[in-house]
C-alpha cells in the first residue's frame, strides 16, 4: 500500500507536526507513512483522509502483489 499524504500535506501547506497533532500522533509517526515504511491502522487512516477531506481509497493506493 502506498499513500498520497506527502503530496497532500504539502499541497495544502500543512507541516508534518500539524497534521500530526491533528490526527494524535507524533510526528515521526507522519514521516514515516511518508516514506512509506508505514501502514496505518484503519481509524488513523481515517482520521488522516478526514483532514484532507478525502475518502481513505483518494489517500492510501491499495496495490494487489502478483
Not at 484503519?42 to 502483489?65: G, H, P, Q, T
Amino acid at each position: 500500500m502506498r499513500n498520497r499524504i506527502k503530496e497532500l500535506r504539502i499541497e495544502r501547506g500543512i507541516k508534518q507536526q500539524e497534521l500530526a497533532d491533528q490526527v494524535s500522533v507524533s510526528s515521526r509517526t507522519i514521516i514515516s507513512l511518508e516514506k512509506q515504511q508505514y501502514n496505518p491502522s484503519v481509524l488513523l487512516a481515517y482520521r488522516i483522509s478526514s483532514v484532507f477531506n478525502l475518502s481513505i481509497e483518494e489517500v492510501f493506493i491499495f496495490e494487489e502483489d502478483d
